[in-house]
């Protein structure tokens, strides 16, 4: 069964509970296998069954609960969004000033003391009428609108809480003001509380207005990235260069770059050379020099020659839109901790209300008089402060930040889930060749052990690894090239995994590999024995060559060639950094035991894993994981896919394949070590802001919802003000927010 998987808006979200009634619902859509829903990006991700499941279907479940999709419109660009988010805090603006300014005239003209200096008009309970109504029915209209959808559908949100509690207040009030003398007979002064109904209202108006502005900064990662496609390209066509949109370049279509230009899409160089700044993908500032058959990629710098290349990527297949696409991903997926907000917020809103219930019941009883009036207010305050919108914002605030600046780095990180798990690493497996190695081996050492001379074991190796894709073949296949080597045909080519490759050249059947397979083949390799030492331990990698002449004769060690790569200049400060942080790092090479140890030891490695064949790598990531280890690999190749979904994180360099990309949930595109302790270090930093945004958002309501309800009340006389416990509720969100916001300024590298 396929599965398709569809992101879209969402709007009327404002809070914690809000997500959990819109998961629900969406689950409960037949065909849905899974739904995510994100309050910091204000969207729903959705796994389904194409066949059962309609974007009319999705739209249903969402307008059911009091809530509007945006599916029709998942295709608007960021412009179109941007400036729908415009309209909104313009929209948001105006009522934050007239809610505010109304509401400060009732203010000044009904509170004890501070009334005394307001004109007489002011004070006129009539005035404040006429004041608080387009306050409460205007500006809170939004709030009625998503109570009456939620109840209508027995669901409550934060909006169900002011609604009521703003309700109150003003519904008080105006039976006050229009029958005075019924507040009198059952012992109560006439005074209404409409400066409260208001002021509530654009106080928290006010903080969704600067939530809303801070969590435009959470996403700037994605802004940047967009803003760094090209918009034309000058392509060759029918003779001719044409500048052209970018969303018109075709594969195949011929480009030139000028010095001082982006390059417009993904390609190969076919004319020319050029030193290029790839900084805005990998966050490398020191320009990379290309040449003929070199790989480009669109959205970075050219910065001195004019070359030509064709295009090979184009639209959404191209790494900056890959990039683009993983990082909105990474920020829409849900954190492991943020179940346990989502919990409590399910039951939060209900609960709220009871308490609600019980404030009221208690002070109406117990309460000194005017206990109806102690009784509302107190109910007020406790409807108002207890929102839970930043239980909702605490973690996927965090998680934006955290992988947006990831993406800057280099480091594409795939979900929250793993930039989670990442803080908890003790234990890293690096693959050797291609990752702790440029796998870019050189010949080092050809030694015969018979009448064969060297140029003619070059070129039977050559030959016979022409056919290998092994990184070792095809640095004996150079150095063969380089020698202007003639190579000649293999017959009945084989490769032996994790040993070697057999073949016919000329009537001889030819071996060549490792150990392994001399052993395999009963190669008596005696004389070899101290050379091989010799070299090994200078940390080459010796593979043999074994000739046998006839069938029925047995093979005869005919000689060595040795083979050593060049270790990453990154690798071995990379090593120390996560040394530093008290990390195990462990080597796995298929390498024999003693050039696996020489490397391992140039490096500062002590736990060298060698001889493991490909499909053995997996094999061992999960041994180290049965000794209580969190473990990441990191690794380049398709043999090291399952090592790297067996992983608790999978760290996949960026210049290794897609299969072994696509099976790791953290990539380095800028294929330096150094930032696999960068990823780690971000891991640790997000999640201590998470923890702390949640200790706040927890901390606040268990603390100012007992206060709300009086309890301070019997031993202090004190009070909770609702229109205080408006600004409480409206900074915590705002706090949150800007919590998350300093991540910006860590340094993880």
């Not at 992988?403 to 979900?415: N, S």
């Not at 760290?651 to 949930?665: H, L, N, W, Y």
């Amino acid at each position: 069964m396929s599965q398709n998987k569809k992101t879209f808006s969402i709007k009327g979200m404002h809070c914690a509970s809000c997500v959990m009634i819109l998961e629900e619902s969406l689950k409960k859509v037949d065909g849905v296998s899974q739904a995510t829903v994100n309050l910091a990006t204000e969207k729903a991700t959705v796994t389904y069954d194409p066949s059962k499941v309609t974007d009319e279907k999705l739209s249903s479940a969402v307008s059911n609960v009091g809530y509007q999709a945006l599916i029709t419109e998942e295709m608007r660009t960021e412009n179109d969004e941007q400036k729908e988010k415009q309209r909104e805090l313009r929209d948001l603006r105006r009522k934050v000033s007239v809610s505010l300014v109304f509401g400060g005239l009732i203010l000044w003209g009904g509170f004890p003391g501070l009334m005394k200096t307001a004109p007489m008009f002011l004070q006129n309970f009539w005035v404040q009428l006429i004041l608080a109504t387009p306050v409460q029915f205007w500006a809170g209209f939004g709030f009625y609108r998503a109570t009456i959808s939620a109840l209508k559908h027995r669901t409550a949100n934060m909006d169900t809480l002011v609604a009521i509690g703003t309700t109150v207040a003003y519904a008080y009030s105006v039976v006050v003001t229009l029958l005075p003398w019924l507040a009198e007979k059952i012992g109560i002064e006439p005074m209404p509380y409409f400066d409260t109904a208001a002021i509530i209202i654009g106080l928290i108006l006010l903080g969704r207005y600067f939530e809303a502005k801070a969590k435009a900064g959470t996403s700037e990662a994605i802004k940047k990235l967009i803003g760094l496609q090209a918009k034309t390209a000058r392509v060759l066509r029918d003779g001719k260069e044409v500048d052209i949109q970018i969303s018109e370049v075709i594969i195949g279509d011929i480009i030139r770059v000028r010095p001082g230009e982006k390059i417009s899409v993904d390609g190969i160089i076919v004319d020319g050379e050029s030193s290029i700044d790839e900084s805005m993908i990998t966050g490398e500032s020191i320009p990379v020099d290309k040449a003929r058959g070199d790989v480009v990629v669109g959205a970075t710098m050219n910065k001195t020659g004019t070359f030509t290349f064709k295009a090979a990527k184009v639209g959404t297949d191209t790494m900056l839109a890959q990039i683009i696409k993983l990082v909105q991903e990474a920020q829409g997926s849900k954190a492991p901790i943020q179940r346990l907000a989502d919990l409590v917020s399910s039951y939060f809103v209900p609960a709220v209300i009871m308490l609600a219930f019980l404030t009221f019941a208690v002070w109406y009883i117990f309460g000194p008089p005017p206990a109806l009036l102690f009784a509302l207010l107190n109910t007020v305050a406790v409807l108002i402060i207890a929102c839970p919108c930043a239980m909702g914002l605490a973690t996927p605030t965090a998680i934006m930040v955290g992988t947006g600046k990831g993406a800057e780095q280099g480091i594409l990180i795939k979900d929250a889930e793993s930039l989670e798990t990442a803080h908890k690493i003790n234990t890293i497996i690096f693959d050797k060749t291609g990752t702790l190695t440029k796998g870019q081996p050189e010949v080092t050492d050809i030694t015969s052990f018979g009448s064969t001379d060297k140029d003619e074991l070059l070129k039977l190796a050559a030959s016979i690894e022409k056919g290998s894709e092994h990184s070792l073949a095809e640095a004996i296949v150079k150095a063969a090239e380089a020698k202007q080597i003639f190579l000649s045909k293999v017959e009945k080519f084989r490769a032996i995994p994790g040993h070697g490759v057999e073949g016919i050249i000329d009537g001889k059947r030819i071996i060549f590999g490792n150990k392994r397979l001399m052993d395999k083949e009963g190669v008596d390799i005696g004389l070899a024995v101290n050379k091989i030492g010799e070299m090994e331990s200078g940390g080459k990698t010796v593979m043999m060559i074994a000739i046998r002449q006839t069938e029925g004769e047995s093979f005869k060690l005919a000689g060595l060639i040795a083979v050593a790569d060049i270790i990453k200049e990154s690798a071995r400060q990379g090593l120390v950094a996560l040394q530093k942080l008290g990390i195990e790092v462990v080597m796995i090479t298929g390498d024999n035991q003693r050039t696996a140890s020489a490397i391992g030891h140039s490096l500062g490695i002590t736990r060298v894993l060698a001889e493991v064949l490909p499909d053995q790598k997996e094999a061992e990531v999960r041994k180290i994981q049965a000794e209580g280890k969190v473990v990441a690999m990191v690794g380049d190749g398709i043999n090291d896919a399952p090592a790297l979904a067996a992983a608790d994180v999978g760290i996949a360099m960026g210049s290794g394949t897609d299969v072994a990309i696509e099976a790791a949930d953290i990539t380095l595109i800028n294929k330096d070590l150094r930032t696999v302790a960068a990823a780690i270090v971000l891991s640790k930093k997000t999640m201590r802001t998470i923890r702390l945004n949640l200790f706040w958002a927890f901390g606040y309501n268990v603390v100012l919802i007992p206060v709300a309800m009086g309890a301070l009340y019997p031993f202090f006389g004190l009070l909770l003000n609702p229109i205080l416990a408006s600004i409480a509720m409206a900074t915590s969100s705002i706090s949150v927010v800007s919590n998350s916001l300093l991540l910006k300024r860590k340094k993880i590298v």
